[in-house]
């Protein structure tokens, strides 16, 4: 080709600017002064006083907890609705879950506000999680189905025929088949709960601080460097985790034969 | 038979419909229901105790032109946003899926995804750092001797824009790897063979090959650009009004719940006219260039 290193450095270029922001903000993380953008010297403090902070391990609790919570309900709703609805009822439906990412998210978030306030419900946990779910459900149900109609139909015949019933078919021959599956859309929901903030902000009311609220509301009224720390411990762990989820992944389809 | 039995047979006979219903109640209830009352809010007159006593005056409040300047700033930025994606992720793209050795393919791509996955508010402040007074695009050059003031770049049209691109990125290289990975060899190859110059080859067989992803990736970017709050706020300190910082400042600060319900409804209209248009551009250029080859 005419410039075999054109496109090379192109890349090399682009994912520069993917990442250097990302390296900046980590630098300044040790960066002893607080209240300008310029380096002054070399310091730990800014980890000291996250570790010691009760108002962010508060938020990173909340965080958890509603992640979990709505993990768990769009799992269960999800593998439930695609193993007992039928599947031409399934293929029909499924138009009905990709709404909830086709719509802007801030809409989503209006309408769930509005509703909360129709019907006079305080925010809080509870109207949060019922949010993340429903976010979920729009990633869980589309990976579920496309993993269900790839299963072999025999499978779940030989087991009715060998006298499971509905119930025992589907909590010995479904949900392991679907097990990767069932991790994957978890995974995901659980690092789109954590990691959203539209609909946080319109549903959690102001008793319930998640960790991106907390982020916000830091950034917002001008921020200290402990959030820097605290973006650099994130990125730790949810590169840590990405790694685990990808070496899982990699044994798995190497196991295959 | 005995109640419980009786109740258990009913289980047995129905578990398809209860067990199925959860979902879509759980869809229709946190969604379209929602999304009514949406509607409903922006027609109903205020204060009023009579609850069918509707109007359209909250729309008409709306058709002057500061309205209608922030709403033509949100379809601009999110197209230009989308356009700029496109152009940047798919060299990244077609790199990536067809001319990486194989051994860096999957640690560029683990690379790729890294950044989607930390956190969104982080991912946008860490911005500030870089084109802040005293950030390191303005150090840098300082320092070098272009310029002797400080670039004035925070706050600006210029730095959403250009932090909303770097947001949306992987968004629109991913629709476009999957579509380009899937290409065939062989193709290619022919193409070649038949004495096209790998500039024919790309324009006439790449191209046409990758339109559903271009299509894919044009949305995934466009729609939520449209409705972008965080970027504007924390990148343009609130200075520079879109229809998401609008739709939040009514719902959140003035509370002004029916006038917000109308401007949301009315931009997501536009929204949905816009991502049509897109959609049906795509299909248009996807099928003339069918027609011009075959």
């Given at each position: 080709?005419?410039?075999?290193?054109?496109?090379?450095?192109?890349?090399?270029?682009?994912?520069?600017?993917?990442?250097?922001?990302?390296?900046?903000?980590?630098?300044?993380?040790?960066?002893?002064?607080?209240?300008?953008?310029?380096?002054?010297?070399?310091?730990?403090?800014?980890?000291?006083?996250?570790?010691?902070?009760?108002?962010?391990?508060?938020?990173?609790?909340?965080?958890?907890?509603?992640?979990?919570?709505?993990?768990?309900?769009?799992?269960?709703?999800?593998?439930?609705?695609?193993?007992?609805?039928?599947?031409?009822?399934?293929?029909?439906?499924?138009?009905?879950?990709?709404?909830?990412?086709?719509?802007?998210?801030?809409?989503?978030?209006?309408?769930?506000?509005?509703?909360?306030?129709?019907?006079?419900?305080?925010?809080?946990?509870?109207?949060?999680?019922?949010?993340?779910?429903?976010?979920?459900?729009?990633?869980?149900?589309?990976?579920?189905?496309?993993?269900?109609?790839?299963?072999?139909?025999?499978?779940?015949?030989?087991?009715?025929?060998?006298?499971?019933?509905?119930?025992?078919?589907?909590?010995?021959?479904?949900?392991?088949?679907?097990?990767?599956?069932?991790?994957?859309?978890?995974?995901?929901?659980?690092?789109?709960?954590?990691?959203?903030?539209?609909?946080?902000?319109?549903?959690?009311?102001?008793?319930?601080?998640?960790?991106?609220?907390?982020?916000?509301?830091?950034?917002?009224?001008?921020?200290?460097?402990?959030?820097?720390?605290?973006?650099?411990?994130?990125?730790?762990?949810?590169?840590?985790?990405?790694?685990?989820?990808?070496?899982?992944?990699?044994?798995?389809?190497?196991?295959?034969? | 038979?005995?109640?419980?039995?009786?109740?258990?047979?009913?289980?047995?006979?129905?578990?398809?419909?209860?067990?199925?219903?959860?979902?879509?109640?759980?869809?229709?209830?946190?969604?379209?229901?929602?999304?009514?009352?949406?509607?409903?809010?922006?027609?109903?007159?205020?204060?009023?105790?009579?609850?069918?006593?509707?109007?359209?005056?909250?729309?008409?409040?709306?058709?002057?032109?500061?309205?209608?300047?922030?709403?033509?700033r949100s379809v601009c930025v999110a197209f230009g946003v989308?356009?700029?994606?496109?152009?940047?992720?798919?060299?990244?793209?077609?790199?990536?899926?067809?001319?990486?050795?194989?051994?860096?393919?999957?640690?560029?791509?683990?690379?790729?995804?890294?950044?989607?996955?930390?956190?969104?508010?982080?991912?946008?402040?860490?911005?500030?750092?870089?084109?802040?007074?005293?950030?390191?695009?303005?150090?840098?050059?300082?320092?070098?001797?272009?310029?002797?003031?400080?670039?004035?770049?925070?706050?600006?049209t210029?730095?959403i824009f250009?932090?909303m691109?770097?947001?949306?990125?992987?968004?629109?290289?991913?629709?476009?790897?999957?579509?380009?990975?899937?290409?065939?060899?062989?193709?290619?190859?022919?193409?070649?063979?038949?004495?096209?110059?790998?500039?024919?080859?790309?324009?006439?067989?790449?191209?046409?090959?990758?339109?559903?992803?271009?299509?894919?990736?044009?949305?995934?970017?466009?729609?939520?650009a449209?409705?972008?709050?965080?970027?504007?706020?924390?990148?343009?300190?609130?200075?520079?009004?879109f229809?998401?910082?609008?739709?939040?400042?009514?719902?959140?600060?003035?509370?002004?719940?029916?006038?917000?319900?109308?401007?949301?409804?009315?931009?997501?209209?536009?929204?949905?006219?816009?991502?049509?248009?897109?959609?049906?551009?795509?299909?248009?250029?996807?099928?003339?260039?069918?027609?011009?080859?075959?």
């Amino acid at each position: 080709m005419r410039n075999a290193y054109g496109l090379p450095l192109f890349v090399i270029f682009l994912y520069g600017v993917l990442y250097i922001p990302i390296f900046v903000l980590i630098v300044f993380s040790f960066n002893e002064n607080a209240l300008t953008h310029a380096w002054q010297g070399f310091t730990v403090d800014w980890y000291y006083d996250l570790f010691s902070s009760v108002e962010v391990w508060d938020a990173v609790k909340n965080s958890l907890m509603v992640a979990f919570s709505s993990v768990i309900l769009s799992l269960s709703l999800g593998s439930v609705f695609i193993f007992f609805c039928r599947k031409e009822l399934v293929k029909k439906l499924l138009i009905f879950f990709y709404g909830s990412l086709g719509i802007p998210e801030i809409v989503l978030a209006v309408g769930l506000l509005s509703l909360f306030s129709f019907c006079s419900i305080p925010l809080g946990a509870a109207t949060l999680i019922a949010g993340h779910t429903l976010l979920g459900l729009g990633y869980v149900i589309p990976i579920l189905y496309s993993r269900f109609s790839e299963l072999d139909v025999s499978l779940i015949e030989a087991s009715y025929d060998l006298g499971a019933t509905q119930r025992q078919t589907f909590f010995s021959i479904i949900l392991p088949l679907l097990a990767p599956a069932l991790v994957a859309s978890g995974m995901l929901v659980f690092i789109i709960s954590l990691d959203d903030f539209i609909i946080s902000f319109f549903c959690a009311g102001a008793s319930m601080q998640t960790l991106p609220l907390y982020i916000f509301a830091v950034i917002r009224t001008g921020a200290s460097p402990m959030i820097n720390a605290l973006s650099t411990v994130m990125l730790l762990v949810s590169s840590l985790l990405v790694l685990i989820f990808s070496f899982l992944h990699i044994k798995k389809t190497r196991m295959l034969p | 038979m005995n109640i419980k039995e009786k109740i258990k047979y009913y289980f047995v006979e129905n578990s398809a419909f209860i067990f199925s219903t959860p979902a879509i109640m759980w869809q229709m209830l946190f969604l379209y229901m929602p999304l009514l009352i949406v509607v409903y809010m922006s027609l109903k007159i205020n204060g009023s105790s009579c609850w069918y006593a509707v109007t359209l005056a909250h729309y008409k409040a709306l058709l002057a032109y500061d309205y209608l300047k922030i709403i033509t700033r949100s379809v601009c930025v999110a197209f230009g946003v989308a356009v700029l994606c496109l152009l940047c992720a798919y060299p990244v793209a077609y790199y990536l899926a067809l001319r990486v050795p194989r051994r860096w393919k999957n640690f560029l791509l683990f690379l790729l995804t890294l950044p989607f996955w930390t956190n969104f508010l982080i991912q946008v402040y860490s911005w500030v750092f870089v084109l802040d007074h005293n950030g390191l695009i303005n150090t840098l050059l300082l320092k070098i001797g272009l310029i002797k003031e400080p670039f004035h770049m925070v706050n600006t049209t210029w730095a959403i824009f250009l932090v909303m691109v770097h947001y949306y990125l992987p968004f629109m290289i991913m629709p476009l790897y999957s579509v380009l990975e899937k290409i065939q060899h062989d193709l290619l190859e022919a193409s070649m063979d038949l004495g096209a110059t790998h500039w024919q080859t790309f324009k006439n067989v790449t191209v046409p090959l990758s339109l559903s992803g271009i299509r894919t990736g044009l949305l995934l970017v466009f729609v939520p650009a449209f409705g972008e709050f965080v970027v504007p706020s924390i990148i343009g300190g609130g200075k520079h009004m879109f229809v998401g910082s609008l739709v939040t400042h009514y719902f959140l600060v003035a509370r002004d719940e029916q006038l917000g319900a109308a401007f949301t409804i009315m931009s997501g209209c536009i929204l949905i006219i816009c991502a049509l248009a897109l959609n049906w551009v795509c299909t248009v250029v996807f099928q003339r260039r069918v027609r011009e080859h075959s």
